[in-house]
């Protein structure tokens, strides 16, 4: 088990760009595969994107090309920069980790932050 803090969300106007963090509390990420999921009221949580403990990355189809995900194990941090945001994007991201199965399986994520909202509107 690992304690998850996201930190970084907030209003942007759409097209631009804000970072989110997620940071091991209290243990280490040392072989888990993260993913950063978002959640609107009425709709199931997806799966945004995901990195494994080797860098290996997924980005859904929709911020394909807007999203990054990235981590640097030394700090325990994983970060998703995300940019040219749009209204739809406005979601509760929960970042999430798990060393259960391959890093793009969803189901596998089993430890879970509270989540952070990112709201964009003008």
């Known amino acids: 088990q690992v304690q998850l803090v996201e930190s970084g969300g907030g209003l942007v106007q759409p097209g631009g760009s804000l970072r989110l963090s997620c940071a091991a509390s209290?243990?280490?990420?040392?072989?888990?595969?993260v993913g950063w999921f978002r959640q609107v009221p009425g709709k199931e949580r997806e799966l945004a994107a995901a990195?494994?403990?080797?860098?290996?990355?997924y980005e859904d189809y929709p911020v394909k090309g807007r999203f990054t995900i990235s981590r640097d194990n030394a700090k325990n941090t994983v970060s998703l920069q995300m940019t040219a945001l749009k209204p739809e994007d406005t979601a509760l991201y929960y970042c999430a980790a798990q060393r259960r199965s391959y890093y793009y399986i969803s189901s596998a994520y089993d430890n879970w932050g509270q989540g952070i909202q990112v709201t964009v509107s003008s």
């Open positions: 209290g243990g280490t990420f040392n072989g888990f595969a």
């Open positions: 990195i494994s403990w080797s860098g290996n990355t």
